[in-house]
């Protein structure tokens, strides 16, 4: 029984071990590929250690394609998108799971079943909207659509304020608080672990939006970084080591972000999974 117990956690150990590399190999090949000229990428030379070791790709992308104001403007939406989607998802969840109002059930459930749409569908009607509201290629655009929150974040908040106990909130209305105070005094200490993760989830699908950008600009002054990392495939030439080396600054602030709020992630959907 022993052995077969050493077998198996053997086993589970090395299917780890392949779904990692799996995973972390695409990475290995785009940091090599990133500091290796174009030339030596295409030579059949992509998988081996750079022979070449070159910091042109980076200089290249910050001199000539201002990829600088790409980062900027990356910076500014997603701030902008992050403070805002996590704001009014706060509000909603804390309506749908603490305010009784007719149909609040239906409506929770009706707006839940907008995450049953694919969100390629709604482009063409956010487009003409943000069209005929003349913020088509302006900041606006860019963070417009996603920052009154999202179905995803209201309801994971929303299963985050059931587990808060009930009787907290009705001595705070006791105490003659409206509600607006009790949510900013008692439930946002309270709800932080699942606000930063809400905020992470924010940020990290601001950072890397790229299909809303590419329809909602065409302006270089206002093109975020994928919309800009995708430019530097031109219509004759794929140019690899800048797509990689671009990617590969893109990339650094989500590790960044996720190491060092990896913890919280985790204890909230613990949290939120355990909530009635």
């Known amino acids: 029984m022993f052995i077969n117990q050493i077998a198996r956690r053997t086993a589970y150990v090395l299917l780890l071990v392949v779904i990692a590399a799996v ?3 695409p990475y290995v090949f785009a940091v090599m590929a990133a500091f290796k000229p174009l030339g030596e990428i295409q030579s059949g030379h992509a998988w081996d250690l750079p022979q070449h070791f070159t910091f042109d790709n980076f200089t290249t992308i910050f001199g000539e394609y201002h990829f600088g104001d790409y980062l900027l403007n990356t910076a500014g939406v997603t701030l902008i998108l992050a403070v805002g989607q996590v704001g009014f998802s706060l509000m909603g969840a804390y309506a749908f799971a603490r305010l009784d109002f007719p149909g609040r059930e239906a409506i929770f459930w ?3 079943m907008m995450l049953m749409v694919p969100n390629v569908v709604t482009m063409i009607p956010l487009y003409v909207m943000m069209s005929k509201a003349g913020a088509v290629n302006t900041y606006w655009a860019l963070f417009l659509p996603y920052v009154f929150g999202t179905p995803y974040t209201v309801f994971l908040m929303r299963q985050y304020l059931l587990s808060i106990p009930g009787e907290v909130i009705e001595a705070a209305r006791l ?3 409206s509600e607006l105070r009790i949510l ?3 439930v946002v200490p309270m709800a932080r672990p699942i606000i930063v993760t809400a905020t992470i989830i924010a940020v990290i699908f601001g950072w890397n ?3 809303w950008p590419l329809i909602a600009t065409d302006s270089n002054a206002l093109q975020t970084l994928t919309v800009g990392i ?3 495939n031109s219509n004759f030439a794929a140019q690899w080591n800048l797509v990689l ?6 990339l650094i602030p989500m590790v960044v972000l996720f190491v060092v709020f990896q913890k919280h992630i985790v204890n909230s959907v613990n949290v939120s999974g355990a909530s009635r």
């Open 175 to 177: 105490d003659g608080c």
């Open 209 to 211: 939006n790229f299909l």
């Open 245 to 250: 080396a671009g990617s590969l600054v893109a």
């Open 110 to 112: 009706g707006y839940l």
């Open 23 to 25: 995973f972390v190999t």
């Open 230 to 232: 995708a430019n530097f």
């Open 184 to 186: 900013t005094r008692v």
